[in-house]
């Protein structure tokens, strides 16, 4: 997947179909814009994701700018579904004050080379969030680009969308936002070098510290799976700061993985999590602490996905 990012000065010479929007959640309505462009292809179309760098939340300063799928997260799941080029175009006070008559002919017809583009109901850009699906109708012609509406997918009686798995997920009901998302919740990151006390414990653990702008469940273990190398582990996950190690510890998600015995720090992983299992706590002691681990562990074992 080819990744644009950081400028405004691009030129794509093969005629692409795009969709365009935040995709915070990648959720299963988003999906539907994904599949429209990924089947321009037979056209001979290259699909192209159009997003904005940094989410609009974050340049006008939301109440709460943490995000369901972070930009390292997005490049993860656009290129795991085939999209061909991603653009992560600089959102600046500048460039969100771009009129959106000029951003459907500078942008999409002229930098972009558009030839279709599948548009949400919702859809909004450019100064005031005029631009809409409707304006986009009504210059495609012109601009030599087709547009296709996409109505808003619902599920049990409730239209899909980013808000809806936020919920989900700061309730700790990651069945529900699996199903909303079509995936389970996504944490990717680096593995770090922790105290390593899971490893003296008996139980070598891999760690990852998300970014600030990361919205994480509950503290508490989950039922967990983890992606490193091509190839999925099943795990058991803690999400949290590890109350009984030490006071003011770091935010992270700290994973066991079943089967693997492995020193892997500095690499990638990508760690779904798939069922809560308990809350995170204090133990008086370490010795209590490997208790639970151990029942936890135990329990991870006989958990089945989807069951």
Not at 23 to 32: K, L, P, T
Not at 68 to 82: Q, V
Not at 158 to 184: C, F, H, I, Q, Y
């Amino acid at each position: 997947m080819e990744i644009i990012t950081g400028t405004t000065d691009f030129y794509l010479e093969k005629d692409t179909a795009a969709a365009i929007g935040k995709f915070d959640g990648v959720h299963i309505g988003h999906r539907r814009l994904l599949e429209e462009i990924q089947a321009c292809k037979k056209n001979g179309m290259a699909s192209c994701v159009f997003t904005f760098d940094p989410a609009p939340a974050v340049l006008f300063g939301s109440r709460d700018s943490r995000e369901l799928t972070t930009r390292e997260e997005k490049r993860i799941l656009f290129e795991r579904m085939g999209v061909d080029i991603l653009i992560e175009f600089p959102l600046t006070l500048e460039s969100a004050a771009m009129p959106p008559e000029i951003f459907a002919e500078e942008v999409l017809a002229k930098r972009m080379n558009v030839r279709f583009v599948a548009a949400g109901r919702d859809l909004s850009f450019g100064a005031g969030g005029r631009g809409n699906a409707e304006l986009l109708c009504r210059m495609g012609p012109e601009l030599g680009f087709a547009v296709k509406t996409i109505d808003k997918v619902s599920l049990d009686g409730r239209e899909v969308s980013s808000t809806l798995v936020r919920g989900r997920v700061e309730s700790g009901d990651l069945a529900g936002a699996e199903k909303l998302m079509g995936m389970p919740y996504l944490v990717a990151g680096t593995v770090t070098t922790g105290r390593k006390l899971g490893r003296t414990l008996g139980f070598p653990t891999v760690n990852i510290l998300p970014p600030g702008n990361k919205l994480l469940p509950p503290n508490g273990v989950y039922y967990s799976s983890v992606r490193h190398g091509g190839k999925s582990y099943r795990a058991i996950s803690n999400v949290g700061c590890k109350p009984t190690i030490a006071a003011g510890e770091a935010m992270s998600v700290e994973s066991f993985l079943y089967d693997f015995d492995r020193e892997i720090y500095g690499e990638e992983i990508q760690v779904s999590l798939h069922r809560f299992r308990r809350p995170e706590r204090r133990f008086e002691s370490v010795e209590a602490l490997k208790r639970q681990l151990e029942q936890d562990i135990a329990a991870g074992r006989e958990w089945r996905p989807f069951s």
